[in-house]
Antibody, heavy 122, light 110 residues
Framework: VQLVQSGSELKKPGASVKISCEAS????????MIWVRQAPGQGFEWMGW????????FYAQAFTGRFVFSVDTSVNTAYLQISSLKAEDTAIYYC????????????????WGRGTQVTVSP | QSVLTQPPSVSAAPGQTVTISCSGS????????VSWYQHLPGTAPKLLIY???NVVSGIPDRFSGSKYGTSATLDITGLQTGDEGYYFC???????????FGGGTQVTVL
């Protein structure tokens, strides 16, 4: 049972990046997928989540516009795409699964990816 | 600046106990369940505690969680060198309609 994330990315400002998070060892549809990021020297920041059955995303307020969550259920993979990259997007991005049978008040994240480093530099 | 407040670091000798606090408010810890995570260098974060005080299966009972009011606590007893790492708390904030996390605490075994 694991979430395997794609490798590190080095991008220039204004470019786009698409990070993948492949699930294995469990029923992909049994959980939602969340995304969080950790900027250098900072704590974890909630980005939002996606319903792995319907593909409907829910974004935290700070992550609307340039950030897009998607899923491809044929390959049990969730994606995070970031467009118009800025220096402040430099961070490690993590996916994790959330129990879809629970209300958000009860959520916990029992399986995480190892993170994808995104560096935005001229 | 994290919504939940944790001490930046704690340290203790092997075999001793460390306590990590996670302070919030009535809109988050005060009304939602807290979970705790361990993040060791180069690894995926690991869930230790969920629903305030439930220890995940397979996690040593040296780890325990509790909550009182708007604060939660993670205790690690019988500290071991393998426990060195970063620990953070998380819960749902109803006012923000978002998951919130603590800033994380670095545990050092002296």
């Amino acid at each position: 049972v694991q979430l395997v994330q794609s490798g590190s990315e080095l991008k220039k400002p204004g470019a786009s990046v698409k990070i993948s998070c492949e699930a294995s060892g469990y029923n992909f549809h049994s959980h939602f997928m969340i995304w969080v990021r950790q900027a250098p020297g900072q704590g974890f920041e909630w980005m939002g989540w996606i319903n792995t059955i319907t593909g409907v995303p829910f974004y935290a307020q700070a992550f609307t516009g340039r950030f897009v969550f998607s899923v491809d259920t044929s390959v049990n993979t969730a994606y995070l795409q970031i467009s118009s990259l800025k220096a402040e997007d430099t961070a490690i991005y993590y996916c994790a699964r959330a129990p879809k049978w629970l209300e958000t008040d009860y959520w916990y994240f029992d399986l995480w990816g190892r993170g994808t480093q995104v560096t935005v530099s001229p | 600046q994290s919504v939940l407040t944790q001490p930046p670091s704690v340290s203790a000798a092997p075999g001793q106990t460390v306590t990590i606090s996670c302070s919030g408010s009535s809109s988050n810890i005060g009304r939602s369940y807290v979970s705790w995570y361990q993040h060791l260098p180069g690894t995926a974060p690991k869930l230790l505690i969920y629903d305030d005080d439930n220890v995940v299966s397979g996690i040593p009972d040296r780890f325990s969680g509790s909550k009182y009011g708007t604060s939660a606590t993670l205790d690690i007893t019988g500290l071991q060198t393998g426990d060195e790492g970063y620990y953070f708390c998380g819960t749902w904030d109803r006012d923000l309609s978002a998951r919130v996390f603590g800033g994380g605490t670095q545990v050092t075994v002296l």
